[in-house]
């Protein structure tokens, strides 16, 4: 995070908490910052200023407001439709589709499709996935929590 990196900067900003499109203006298609310091910077903060807008130059602003956009959808909305069919086209062996297209299509409460599609996905948050993903970050964290000897995995669920 920038305030983080640049944290001596964060601490005498005034603007501190304002939103990016608080802090500057758009004039003739060009951002222009407009910082309020609590103080004169001193020359190590001014080099870490130019640090910073050397970093956030590279993401060009524009005038226009934030916003969410589907990308599996033509319209840019997000419809119910097209996670659906995002969920079940994933390209995997047709035996395992048909039974991924089995398992959405059932009668079984929501949690317990959610749960088979995971693990037929092998996307169960065990010790080895969540260490994939970061969330972990040593390796022996990967080992079975009840016994300790072996790596977690699904199959042991299955």
Partial sequence: MLKHRYHSLFQVSEQCLELVGNMGLMEHGQWLWDFRWKRELSVAE?????????????FPLSGMEDSWVWTLDPTGNYLVK?????????EAAPEQNSLLTRVWKSWAPSKVIVFSWQLLQDRVPTRPNLLRRRVFREASLSFCALCGDFVESVDAIS
């Fill in 46 to 58: 001014f080099d870490l200023l130019r640090d910073l807008l050397l970093v956030v130059t590279q």
């Fill in 82 to 90: 097209s996670g659906y069919l995002a969920i079940t086209c994933v």
